[in-house]
């Protein structure tokens, strides 16, 4: 953006008419300049497709015709043209990438019923560090578009334990949907006297909050904690997943408080507006992952399940059985 504000500046100078020769180093600067600072600066240090340099050369011809309207150069046309062949090369390109994402999705499908890990391991090859980012909106929309018809994602020889039945999880989420909503109308409505623009990207922000609270649900409900017979997988809607081999449960502990914060602790029953149950420790910290491809490395894991005896006892007859 500091280049593009360089370049408004000097098509407004008083005498940018005078100098024949400014128009066309402004469209090198926009055509050439901004797409190779894009690769030097973004796709080399996060290792993104080539590829992606198109999106900047199309933004450059873009502010190219914007702050040049009425100045006709040969550079311009050559460049609109080549756009057009380079559009026509990238929805190709991306129909060839969206089916090797089909395909990915198909085979991870026939070893988990978990959608999100699915997506993500179809996604990885071809996305690389954008797929967390891609997956998280991706499943805020497949979520927050789910009925209650839609059944839980686990498969047949995994025990699930859910979290929304007893914790007041919906009627609390409910609530907050609601109040987003009222707030958004009367956000909207204040800030239209003053900037109607501003008004509407507020109210888009606040519709999209109330999404991803919807979507939340939805996947707290359908992707419930799993015992498999190896590992304990505990999953929190759209935002945190790992899976813990048994071996690796230290203790598990019963809890009415939340635990004491500290850098090796997380609690995940945050995110259900309630207090956790179950404390898990683990013989070594392990990787928690989370949305947009965050993740942090814990000791202690606070979680929250409707049947905390139950899944302890299916803990220790698993254990007393290996």
């Known amino acids: 953006m500091l280049l593009v504000g360089i370049e408004r500046a000097v098509v407004h100078r008083a005498d940018f008419g005078l100098h024949p020769v400014l128009p066309t180093a402004v469209a090198f600067d926009l055509l050439v300049g901004l797409p190779t600072l894009f690769y030097l600066c973004v796709v080399r240090r996060y290792r993104l497709p080539v590829s992606t340099v198109a999106a900047a050369f199309g933004a450059g011809l873009a502010f190219s015709h914007w702050l040049l309207p009425s100045v006709e150069l040969p550079v311009l046309a050559w460049a609109g043209r080549l756009a057009a062949v380079g559009e026509i090369a990238v929805v190709s390109y991306g129909l060839v990438r969206l089916r090797r994402v089909r395909q990915g999705y198909r085979a991870a499908r026939y070893h988990s019923a978990d959608f999100i890990d699915n997506l993500h391991a179809a996604c990885q090859p071809v996305l690389g560090r954008l797929t967390g980012a891609v997956v998280t909106e991706l499943a805020v929309f497949r979520y927050a578009c789910l009925g209650a018809w839609a059944p839980p994602e686990a498969g047949a020889t995994e025990q699930a334990f859910s979290s929304h039945h007893k914790s007041g999880f919906v009627a609390v989420l409910a609530t907050f949907a609601g109040l987003s909503l009222l707030e958004a109308a009367a956000a909207h409505l204040v800030a239209s006297h003053w900037w109607p623009r501003g008004a509407w990207v507020l109210t888009g922000l606040s519709i999209y909050s109330v999404l991803w609270l ?26 945190w ?10 203790s598990v502990q019963a809890i009415t408080e939340v635990p004491a ?13 309630t207090p956790p149950n179950l404390l898990l420790t683990l013989a070594e910290p392990q990787r928690v992952h989370g949305p947009y491809g965050l993740h942090r490395t814990v000791r202690h894991l606070a979680i929250y399940v ?5 899944l302890v006892q299916q803990l220790s007859v698993g254990s007393s059985s290996s």
């Open 214 to 239: 919807l979507a939340h649900g939805q996947a707290v409900r359908c992707r419930p904690v799993l015992l498999t017979g190896t590992a304990l997988v505990v999953r929190v809607g759209l935002v």
């Open 241 to 250: 997943r790992v899976a813990i081999v048994k071996k690796q449960l230290a």
């Open 261 to 273: 914060a500290a850098p090796d602790t997380l609690n995940t029953a945050r995110l259900l507006f």
């Open 306 to 310: 409707d049947d905390p005896a139950g």
